[in-house]
């Protein structure tokens, strides 16, 4: 518990002062009801209830690695069979950014994936050591395809050509990690949405190697498909034989694959339409390859289950959930900010255009809209099991944004997993929330045996998370309450948002309320911590007496921040919700509590505002 408190307040700290420069930043590489995962932070007995869980992973790795070592064999391949095609039959659009700056930096020989950058002047990129599993995902998966084929004319499309064929000469039959199901079906997507403009006119003979190993491919990914780490792996590798099978007419494979998707599906999408993991970004992923399997089998004429389409009808809404006013997703459970443009193209394509609602009950958020203000609220426990292990300890956060500019974020993701920012930023600490004695309302797995089995899974104390929201002439009001500070602290946190009609006043209050055995009882006076992480593009100035904080928003619209019951300062963060690190400043409300309900009321209105 000790060592957990001191994590937990350097994670604080970090966030507070001291932010690196983009620089320090990117040379950094220190080595309503929900399921929930078992609690650790109790004692040695919670943590001995994930050890089957963690032994199971154990050995069945161990069982997935002597079969790797039997899938290199020729006897093993003497298990391909079915008919080998001579193209590719249909062509799934993809609506990600091709960008033409990446296109030069390949035909110079260097490579940025996953966060990091690989320069190959002479040999293959192929050859070079892999800085994460990341990029190696990324460079086996044919990543660098679209940037090509964006750039077009004969130097892309031999470049393209002369990549494919290294890669082939490496990895024409099994090996890892060019072969894993979750990398197979990246290289699937990419083929096939991208792979026309420089297989017309390759060699006969190259195209042949080349389409006997996508049949082998197509087969490994079958029997390899549960080894995908759960969550949007393994319902990428479904998508991806699913497509093989579509695109490479072998129906015995779309089959299966339209079958495991549909499995995936019910597992993964919630009945509101958000995904498991609680990840705004993951949801876009997932809309998007889902889509890419519908248009495909629409392409086809193949009936699919009932379950692709239905999910896809309750995605698009909740992805519009997510939007703010700039067209970005909120920064909520491991997801950044997305691609605008992206998201714009994926909803143009749903048919329903349905009108985003005001409570996702399953995905556990709130949103309020008023006038040229959204806030999107996060009311939810950790996802469960291994669908937490990039959940972020942020219950009752809020974002807001005004207009097409945003104000109160979150602090955003880490660029690579093994950044030094990884962890920090899955803390409370690195959210507009309430955070007590420097403890996180949540905690990471810590390193050990079980981490390496389960990833960094985030685990919460026995708790519960409740809300109720009132609409009317006043506007919208949500009230939340989560217990995750009982076991530590005997306390309860409630937070109330209100956001006036026009969207012009937000006010909340946060309040600590003991309960149980403690309430009552004489206990060590504790400091809290309420934060409200400012985008960067928005600028602080105390106001003249100190009692309040001045925000200008980059088209010089002001907005005022008071507070009631504690003492306010302007503290410096980092926001990485866009995709790289960038300085900006958070409010922080600072008080403390000993055996009395406290509260903290608080006011953000637009300065003029009628």
Known sequence: MQAASRASAGDARRLRANAPSPEQHAAARPATSHARPTPLAKGE??????????????????????????????????????????????????????????????????????????????????????????????????????????????AARLLALKLAGEWLDRNEEYTTPAWDADVIAIRFFNLFSHGRFFLVNSDLLWRSRLFVSLRNQTRILARTLHTAPEGLPRLRAAAGLSLAGLCLSDPRSADLGLKRLADEIAKQILPDGGHISRSPETLVEAFRILGMVQQVADAANRETQNALRSALDRMAPMVRFFRLGDGGLGVFNGGGEGDTKLIAALLERDDVQGKPFGHAPHSAYQRLSGGRSLVLMDIGDPPPGAYATHAHAGCLSFEMSVGAHRLIVNCGIATTEENEWSAALRATAAHSALILADRSSASLLPPGFLRNQLGARLLADSGKVQTRRTEGAQGIIIEASHDYYVPRFGLTHRRRLALSPKGLVLTGTDQLIPVGAKAGKRGPERPFDIRFHIHPDVRLSLAQGGGSVILKLPNGEGWRFRCGGGAIAIEESVYLGGGALRRCEQLVISATIRNEETEIAWLLEQIGAN
């Open 45 to 154: 007995g919670l943590r001995l209830a994930l050890f089957p869980e963690a032994l199971r992973i154990f050995f069945r790795r161990s069982i997935d690695t002597i079969a790797a070592n039997l899938r290199r064999g020729w006897f093993y391949r003497l298990g391909y069979r079915g008919s080998i095609t001579d193209r590719i039959e249909f062509h799934p659009l993809d609506w990600r950014a091709r960008r033409l700056d990446e296109a030069d930096a390949y035909f110079r020989g260097r490579f940025r994936f996953a966060g990091h950058m690989v320069e190959a002047k002479t040999g293959s990129i192929f050859d070079a050591e892999m800085p994460s599993a990341g990029f190696a995902a990324s460079l086996h998966g044919f990543e660098w395809l679209r940037h090509l084929e964006a750039a077009s004319g004969e």
